[in-house]
C-alpha cells in the first residue's frame, strides 16, 4: 500500500504563489511516473502536470502552461509543483497521483488521465481571491 501526503495549500491573492509538496511512503518511488490534478467544486477532477521517473520529461494542461512547475526529489521521495501567478480560476482542492506503470518510457497523453494512477493523495485546498 502506497501512501501520499500532500501539503502546501491555503488561501492566497490572485497574482501571488504557492509551492506544493506530495510525500511518497513507497521506497520505490524513483520508478514512477507522478502527476498533480485538481478539482473545484461541482467540477470533475481535471489533469494539471505530470513528471517522469527521472524527471526529466514533464507535461502540462494548457490552463497552467507557464506559470505552474512540476518537480521531483527522488532522494525525498517528494513531488512538487509551484504554482506562481496565480487566479480565482485555480481555486480547487490539488491532488497528487502515482503512475501505475513503473518507468514508464514516454509521458504525455497518457498522463492526463486518471485511470493511468493507482494511488491518490487525500489533497490539499488551494484558494485564490481575487
Known amino acids: 500500500q502506497v501512501q501520499l501526503v500532500e501539503s502546501g495549500g491555503g488561501l492566497v491573492q490572485a497574482g501571488g504563489s504557492l509551492r506544493l509538496s506530495c510525500v511518497a511512503s513507497d521506497q520505490s518511488f524513483s520508478n514512477y511516473a507522478m502527476g498533480w490534478f485538481r478539482q473545484a467544486p461541482g467540477k470533475e477532477r481535471e489533469f494539471v502536470a505530470a513528471?517522469?521517473?527521472?524527471?526529466?520529461?514533464?507535461h502540462y494542461s494548457d490552463s497552467v502552461q507557464g506559470r505552474f512547475t512540476i518537480s521531483r526529489d527522488n532522494a525525498k521521495n517528494t513531488v512538487y509543483l509551484q504554482m506562481n501567478s496565480l487566479e480565482p480560476e485555480d481555486t480547487a482542492v490539488y491532488y497528487c497521483?502515482?503512475?501505475?506503470?513503473?518507468?514508464?518510457?514516454?509521458?504525455?497523453?497518457?498522463?492526463?488521465?486518471?485511470?493511468?494512477?493507482?494511488?491518490w493523495g487525500q489533497g490539499t485546498q488551494v484558494t485564490v481571491s481575487s
Open positions: 513528471i517522469g521517473w527521472s524527471g526529466y520529461s514533464t
Open positions: 497521483g502515482k503512475d501505475r506503470l513503473s518507468r514508464r518510457f514516454t509521458i504525455g497523453q497518457g498522463l492526463t488521465v486518471r485511470n493511468s494512477y493507482d494511488y
